[in-house]
């Protein structure tokens, strides 16, 4: 019994594991949540460009300011391309109107 904590391959072992078993946490705790942020920040990105398109395409359709009177369609043209909630889909094009008008 003794001779297996004696032996110097045994404790290489051990700290081997140990090492792993800390390193995984670590992953866990720090890495994957950074790379789930990541994939939010692309997508939230992909959903501002197809804001910004929707509300070009209205400004392009409607060329005075009636546009405004047609955002309901733009809403709902952005949850079905991107298939998000309508809170979000209005909240993306508010804030592209928005950056439209302060130009």
């Known amino acids: ?36 942020i990541g994939k939010r920040q692309h997508y939230a990105q992909y959903i501002v460009n197809i804001a910004d398109e929707i509300t070009d395409d209205l400004i392009n359709k409607y060329p005075n300011k009636s546009w405004l009177k047609h955002l309901d369609e733009a809403v709902d043209t952005l949850i079905a391309i991107c298939g998000i909630g309508t809170d979000i889909a209005r909240r993306a ?11």
């Open 93 to 103: 094009i508010n804030a592209s109107v928005t950056r439209k008008t302060t130009r």
């Open 1 to 36: 019994m003794s001779a297996i904590f004696s032996s110097t391959g045994s404790w290489l072992g051990l700290l081997g594991s140990v090492g792993l078993l800390l390193a995984s946490h670590l992953a866990k705790k720090y890495v994957i949540p950074f790379l789930k």
